[in-house]
Each structure stands twice: as structure tokens, then as C-alpha cells.
């Protein structure tokens, strides 16, 4: 089989490995889709960032990837062949307390905790191994590529949606419209939010968020955003704040456009931030929530009713490409000019 590996750089390494085999509890999957996070561009593409255990460990890139099993091990329980899944991206220990929550994400056990695509083999190649426990089945109505972004995007936004609450009579403002921020107003758009407002230095990004209309008004990132976002809400600010850009400058007006009694939820990786506690936060009653990923019980709910509100997240998939082009897409993705991009495979290489 055909696999990438990411050796930093700005490179992107094709290989040809033997196909593998699924052990005990493990299955085999024909790859679909396979899209690109803004934390591989970041940690792994242009550098390998993380230390320890928890940096990238030289194997098989990608960790969002959905597919079909073709080979079962022994030992699994619940899936078998030809059945369509998507994979938690990372495969925890189990049996800590926050496996048990379904937060593999924040398995406390160093030997077994590893992501897929940066300790352990993801899926930027034909096929991939997963272990059963991290498999999500994924529903006809949806499609390969709309399952590849449940678990880190569309799934990382719900959590935080899920923290601060977004309903019909709320006005959010979300801060970077990247492929997570827009996963967030489509999302916020489901829910009934009253008024959405989208704020990015990219042009493509804020053009893509009007095209697709989930932004209800977008503006260039800039000094003036918090008045602009002021006078948009009749002086008051935004009930709800999702930053997703991790940039210091964003969560300050994130934190400052929200009106009293107001919730910020920090969503982007990395970063700083600079604030004045007792203007921005004490003396207003507002609350910052940090929203890490997601759990694997919230995303079966997610699945459900992105079925149910006939929601594809493959919509801001602006780019697809083969897998012999993927130094491509990570250059693609590395620009931002883009929305979402992925490695398909098969019927999804060219949606219908």
C-alpha cells in the first residue's frame, strides 16, 4: 500500500509499506477520506513540535480518517466487514477515568495513550489499522468524507457549543474561520443562533463563510472588531464567543465582545492571551470555558443529528486530492487559502 509520512520540513514522503493486518480487537480499513488538521500544518508539517510522547513519532500522517472495514481481527465485538466507521483520533488506554468518559483524548496512561497519525499509523494511505473501541459507525445518509471531519472538527466545535450553549436567542461571534470555525457556524446555524458574525484575515476564508452562508455578516480581523461587533448587536455584544483562530489578538475581542453574563469558549490550539481580568471578565460576570476535542459518546450524538438537520460537514471541503498529490494538499492547507482539505480515495475522489 501507498502511505505519507510528514518529516517536517514542508515535505510530504510517499511510500510503499506491505498492507497490514488487524490483531486482536482490531480491524482493517479501506481509507476514503483522510482530511488535513491545522494542528499537523502546525506541529508536524512545517515542524516537528511536540516532545516526548507526545510528538510526532515518525509514522503514517493523518488523523482524521474515515473508512471501510475490509479484515476483522479476532477478539472485536460490534463491527464486521463492509461496515462504514469513522476513527476517534486518538486510541486511549480504556480503562482510566477519562477513557471511561469517552475523553480519549485525556487518557492519563502514557503507554497506551496514542494518537492516530502522530504515535501511531493514521490515515494518509490506502489502508489503516484501528482498534475497534475507537470506531464510531458512520450512516448511509452521510458520506465518507462528511465522517472524516466529525471526530477533530465538527466534533471539537460541538463540545464547546455543548459547554456554552447556543440557542435561538443568542448572537455568536466566532474568531477564525478555518475549517473549525466554520465547522462552528454550521453548527451554531442548526441550533437556531440568532445572528452569527465571522472574524478573519484570510479573504478566501471569509468569502468561503458568506458563499455558504453561515455567517450571517464577517469582517476583516483588525483593531476595530469589537466596535464593529458592538454596533452589529445594538451596543451589547454577542451572547456566545467561539474563538477558533488561537490567535492573542482574536481572543481579546472574543472576550470583549461579549456582553455581560456572556461565555467564551477557547477552542484553537496554541497561542497566548493578554487580558485585563476584572474589566474583561470579573466586573461583566462572563466565563471562559477551555474546550479540548471531544468525547466518543457526543460524537455518536453528533452523527445523529447531523443526519437528523441533514447537515454534511463535507460542504467546506474546498479541495480534494488523490494521495499520490498529497504534498499538494498540505501545501494547500498550509496557505489557508482554502477550506477544508482532503485525501480521498474511491467513489469520494469525486463527490457526486
Avoid at 488487524?22 to 513540535?49: F, M, Q
Avoid at 472524516?148 to 455568536?172: D, L, M, P, R, W
Avoid at 452562508?213 to 476595530?224: E, I, M, Q, S, Y
Wanted: proline content about 4%.
Amino acid at each position: 500500500m501507498r502511505a505519507a509520512f510528514l518529516p517536517g520540513n514542508r515535505r510530504v514522503d510517499l511510500r510503499t509499506l506491505p498492507t497490514p493486518r488487524p490483531g486482536h480487537g482490531e480491524v482493517l480499513l479501506r481509507v476514503k477520506a483522510s482530511t488535513i488538521c491545522g494542528s499537523d500544518i502546525r506541529c508536524i508539517y512545517h515542524e516537528h513540535l511536540g516532545k516526548g510522547p507526545e510528538g510526532y513519532q515518525g509514522v503514517i500522517a493523518g488523523h482524521e480518517p474515515s473508512g471501510q472495514i475490509v479484515e476483522v481481527g479476532p477478539g472485536c465485538r460490534r463491527f464486521g466487514v463492509d461496515d462504514r466507521v469513522i476513527v476517534y483520533h486518538i486510541s486511549g488506554c480504556g480503562v482510566c477515568n477519562d477513557c471511561r468518559r469517552g475523553y480519549m483524548i485525556s487518557c492519563t496512561n502514557e503507554k497506551y495513550r496514542r494518537a492516530y497519525g502522530w504515535q501511531r499509523d493514521g490515515g494518509m494511505a490506502d489502508y489503516m489499522i484501528a482498534e475497534e473501541k475507537d470506531l464510531i459507525a458512520l450512516p448511509d445518509e452521510l458520506s465518507y468524507a462528511d465522517g472524516a471531519q466529525v471526530a477533530c472538527g465538527f466534533g471539537t466545535v460541538y463540545e464547546a457549543i455543548e459547554k456554552v450553549g447556543v440557542n435561538g436567542n443568542h448572537s455568536v461571534l466566532i474568531t477564525g474561520l478555518g475549517p473549525v470555525g466554520l465547522a462552528a457556524a454550521a453548527l451554531c446555524r442548526k441550533l437556531g443562533a440568532q445572528m452569527i458574525i465571522g472574524i478573519d484575515v484570510v479573504l478566501e476564508r471569509l468569502e468561503l463563510a458568506e458563499s455558504l452562508r453561515l455567517c450571517d455578516f464577517v469582517r476583516t480581523a483588525g483593531p476595530h472588531n469589537v466596535t464593529q461587533i458592538k454596533q452589529l448587536t445594538r451596543g451589547a455584544g454577542v451572547e456566545r464567543a467561539l474563538d477558533c483562530s488561537a490567535n492573542p489578538a482574536a481572543r481579546v475581542t472574543a472576550i470583549r465582545a461579549t456582553r455581560k453574563w456572556g461565555k467564551i469558549a477557547f477552542v484553537g490550539e496554541g497561542g497566548t492571551v493578554d487580558f485585563n481580568p476584572s474589566p474583561d471578565i470579573i466586573h461583566e460576570q462572563k466565563t471562559i470555558y477551555g474546550s479540548w476535542v471531544t468525547s466518543t459518546w457526543l460524537m455518536e450524538e453528533l452523527v445523529e443529528r447531523l443526519v437528523r438537520w441533514n447537515l454534511h460537514p463535507a460542504d467546506i471541503i474546498t479541495h480534494r486530492f488523490g494521495l499520490e498529490d498529497a504534498g499538494d494538499a498540505y501545501a494547500l492547507m498550509a496557505s489557508g487559502k482554502c477550506g477544508k482539505v482532503a485525501i480521498c480515495s474511491d467513489e469520494e475522489l469525486v463527490p457526486l
